[in-house]
């Protein structure tokens, strides 16, 4: 869904728009980096401006044991 928003973005945004994509840490590393080269490709300056550590909320805190039962988490 991020692909086709990055390759047309320099066409969607105002010459000064901005652009903010907020990724976790269950978004793939890999596709994050191919959505930096998208958005370069496009013409546009693409970086990653800010990491930060946020804990789990309720949501994902509800389904802490199956993200770890389907290796999509890991403790330690």
Do not use: N
């Not at 692909?3 to 907020?22: F, I, K, Y």
């Amino acid at each position: 869904m991020l692909d086709p928003l990055c390759e047309r973005a320099s066409e969607l945004l105002a010459d000064d728009g901005t652009l903010l994509v907020v990724r976790s840490e269950f978004s793939d590393t890999d596709a994050s980096l191919r959505l930096l080269r998208l958005l370069r490709r496009a013409g546009l300056k693409a970086s990653v401006v800010a990491r930060r550590w946020i804990p789990f909320g309720p949501v994902l805190h509800a389904r802490a044991h199956w993200l770890e039962q389907t290796d999509r988490l890991q403790y330690g």
